[in-house]
């Protein structure tokens, strides 16, 4: 997969050389390239932003430097996170794992100019995604929270493809609890179950754990969660 970030903050990016997204660049798996926008900018002082028209608080991003630095990477799917988009989730994550080509814009101040977004959408996929309902400073983050979300997707980047299908949000549920060794810690005990050796008990009890879990702390879950999925044995929430 490759992958554009456009960005006034380059060095935001410094993590994405780390840990599993570092590795995946290593392997070829993902070829991510992160461009200062700055770099489009003619005047001397490299000015990327004016006030609104229309007045308000604020400054908007300049479309020109975007529309010459969108032209640079070419075409692909656009993503601009941003308080106003989609929510983003585990689906929109698999969605995007398929792709070829990501470029994300990461806007600051009170946003891009629209006709940037009208713009590239007359000729790619744009995609408005958020994180949630809270401002940030920018899109910078977001793009850091997006490629964690979308790289541990990508063939060959997880060691146990089963965590994949294991893990929370992948069955519409939140994952049971976990537990490693000691068996006894600070008084505090691993539940017996768990040490039982019976597979298909602690399987029961990991779904039970699962669904309450899900109804206590995601009731909009559990709501969405499709009835016909319930086996016989799954307690009432
Ligand atoms: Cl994706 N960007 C910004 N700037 N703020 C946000 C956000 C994104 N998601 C929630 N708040």
Redesign the pocket.
């Known amino acids: 997969m490759r992958v554009d970030i456009i960005s006034i903050f380059p060095d935001y990016f410094a993590p994405l050389e780390l840990s599993l997204i570092g590795k995946a660049r290593g392997t070829g798996i993902l070829d991510l390239n992160v461009h200062d926008l700055r770099t489009w900018t003619s005047d001397v002082h490299r000015t990327v932003d004016d006030t609104p028209y229309g007045g308000g608080p604020g400054m908007v991003m300049r479309p020109e430097p975007w529309g010459q630095a969108l032209d640079a990477v070419g075409d692909g799917t656009l993503i601009v996170?941003?308080?106003v988009?989609k929510p983003?989730t585990q689906a929109d994550a698999y969605a995007l794992a398929a792709l070829d080509h990501l470029i994300f814009a990461c806007?600051?101040y009170e946003?891009i100019d629209q006709r940037v977004i009208d713009d590239a959408a007359s000729r790619m996929p744009v995609r408005e995604?958020?994180?949630?309902?809270?401002?940030?400073?920018?899109?910078e983050?977001?793009?850091i929270?997006?490629m964690e979300a979308v790289t541990r997707l990508l063939p060959g980047v997880l060691g146990n493809a089963d965590s994949l299908t294991e893990e929370s949000h992948a069955a519409g549920l939140l994952e049971a609890p976990v537990y490693t060794k000691p068996a006894s810690w600070r008084s505090r005990e691993v539940p017996d179950i768990l040490r039982s050796g019976d597979h298909g008990k602690i399987a029961r009890w990991r779904r039970d754990q699962s669904l309450s879990r899900t109804a206590s702390r995601r009731p909009d879950m559990m709501a969405a969660y499709p009835l016909d999925q319930l086996d016989k044995a799954d307690k009432k929430a």
């Open positions: 996170p941003s308080p988009g983003f806007g600051r946003g995604v958020s994180l949630g309902d809270y401002v940030l400073f920018g899109g983050v977001a793009v929270v997006i």
